[in-house]
C-alpha cells in the first residue's frame, strides 16, 4: 500500500475521472395533501479517489440523498450513476456507513467485519484473512473475539468502516458517521478515517450536518440548502491533504476562511445562490 493519494486520477485528456454522478435528483415523498418534497434539485460528480462533503442544515433531505446514492431509495426524479451504470443496477459497489454503527451485538469484532462479505457469499477462509488484516492495520488488534459492547464509541465506528472496507467497494458512503460521538472521539476518528480512505485510493461521500468536519477531511464540499434541497456552492478546499490534523486546523485561518464561506452560504437565500 503506497500510501499516496489518488485525488485527481486523471483521464486520458487530462481531466480529473469521474466514478459517480447524480444527476437532477429530486426526491417527493407521499402523494396528495400529505407530500414532502425533501429534495428539489441536486447534482454532482465525485472523481475517482476524492472525498467529496455534502453539507446541509438538519432535514434538508441529505440521508435521503444518501439512501439515493446508495442505491437503497430510487429517486423521484433524475438518476445517480456510478461508473455509467444505475446506482440499482450496481449493488455492492458502494459501501455505507452510518451514524449508528449497526453492529451485531451477538458477534464479535471479526465476524462482524466479515459481515458484508458473509452476505455476499465470499469463502469464510478468505473472509477472515482479510478481516484480519484490516483489524490488525487498523488498530483493533486483541479485540478480534470482542462483543462490540464492550467497545468503545470510537471503536465501534472503526469496526463499522472495516465492515464497510472488507468488500472492497468503488465508492464508500458516510452519513453522519460521528455525530453520536463525543467531540473529541470524533475529531480523532475524522483523522483516522481519512487516513484509512487516502491508504485504500478510494473515492467517498461524506454527509454531514459539520463543517468542520467537512472541510477536514473533503476535497470539495457541496453545500445544500434547506429542505427541500437545491445545491447552494461548491467549494474545492486548497489545504494540504495529507496529514490534514483536523485538531490543528481548527486554528488555521484558511480552514476559518472556508468555515465562514461556508457557513454564509447556509444562511443565504434561495433567491441569491451562487453555484460556484
Ligand atoms: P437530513 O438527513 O438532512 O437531516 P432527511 O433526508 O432525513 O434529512 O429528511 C429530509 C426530509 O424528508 C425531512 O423533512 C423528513 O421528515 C422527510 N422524510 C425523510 N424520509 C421520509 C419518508 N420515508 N417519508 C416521508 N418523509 C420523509
Ligand atoms: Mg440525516
Redo the contacts with the bound molecule.
Keep these: 500500500m503506497s500510501g499516496t493519494r489518488q485525488t485527481g486520477a486523471t483521464a486520458a485528456d487530462g481531466g480529473p475521472v469521474t466514478i459517480l454522478k447524480a444527476d437532477n435528483v429530486g426526491m417527493t ?2 402523494e396528495g395533501a400529505g407530500t ?1 418534497e ?1 429534495i428539489r434539485k441536486v447534482d454532482f460528480e465525485l472523481f475517482k479517489g476524492e472525498t467529496l462533503a455534502i453539507v ?1 442544515p ?8 444518501f439512501n439515493a446514492i446508495a442505491g437503497l431509495l430510487p429517486p423521484t426524479r433524475g438518476h445517480v450513476e456510478l461508473a455509467g451504470r444505475r446506482v440499482h443496477d450496481a449493488v455492492g459497489h458502494v459501501g455505507y456507513m452510518l451514524q449508528k454503527d449497526l453492529l451485531l451485538p451477538w458477534r464479535s469484532v471479526i465476524d462482524n467485519v466479515v459481515l458484508g462479505l458473509e452476505v455476499r457469499g465470499a469463502p469464510k477462509s478468505k473472509s477472515r484473512a482479510i478481516a484480519m488484516d484490516l483489524i490488525k492495520a487498523y488498530g483493533l488488534s486483541g479485540f478480534e473475539y470482542a462483543r462490540p459492547a464492550t467497545l468503545s464509541g470510537g471503536m465501534r465506528q472503526r469496526v463499522a468502516i472495516m465492515r464497510t472496507l472488507a468488500f472492497d467497494p468503488e465508492v464508500i458512503l458516510l452519513d453522519e458517521p460521528f455525530s453520536a460521538l463525543d467531540f473529541q472521539t470524533r475529531l480523532l476518528l475524522q483523522a483516522d478515517v481519512s487516513r484509512i480512505i487516502a491508504e485504500r485510493g478510494k473515492s467517498a461521500i461524506l454527509v454531514t450536518h459539520d463543517i468542520g468536519e467537512a472541510i477536514a477531511m473533503a476535497d470539495r464540499v457541496l453545500v445544500l440548502s434547506a ?1 427541500p434541497a437545491t445545491v447552494r456552492a461548491l467549494h474545492v478546499i486548497d489545504l494540504p491533504k495529507a496529514g490534514r490534523d483536523p485538531v490543528a486546523l481548527r486554528t488555521d485561518a484558511t480552514f476559518q476562511a472556508y468555515f465562514a464561506r461556508i457557513w454564509a452560504d447556509l444562511e443565504m437565500p434561495p433567491a441569491t445562490a451562487n453555484v460556484a
Design positions: 415523498f407521499g414532502v425533501a446541509g438538519s432535514g434538508c433531505g441529505k440521508s435521503t440523498l429542505r
